[in-house]
């Protein structure tokens, strides 16, 4: 059970994540890419506070972030296979 929360905790701090870079989408790489290492870093911390254990808390993060990116490119996958039915029906 403990898990199964920490990869629900975790998927909200990627949402956050992922609606901060949205917001700063003009921004440098640097900046995302540094962004990207605090919100890590405070899954981690978020998973060790439920988990108190760092492997395991390690590997769940992983595995959160996995899904989370499986699910971005599911999406994205999605979103460009709609606009390519939407064009071919406008013509």
């Not at 909200?12 to 989408?25: A, D, V």
Request: hydrophobic share 60%; no cysteine.
């Amino acid at each position: 059970m403990k898990i199964y929360t920490v990869i629900l905790v975790q998927l909200i701090l990627w949402s956050g994540y992922t609606f901060m870079e949205w917001l700063s989408k003009r921004d440098q790489p640097i900046y995302n890419v540094l962004m990207f290492l605090v919100f890590f870093y405070l899954a981690i911390i978020a998973g060790n506070f439920i988990m108190k254990s760092a492997k395991k808390t390690f590997l769940v993060t992983l595995v959160s972030l996995a899904l989370y990116g499986a699910f971005q490119i599911t999406m994205q996958l999605m979103s460009t296979l709609l606009f390519i039915a939407f064009l071919d029906n406008s013509t």
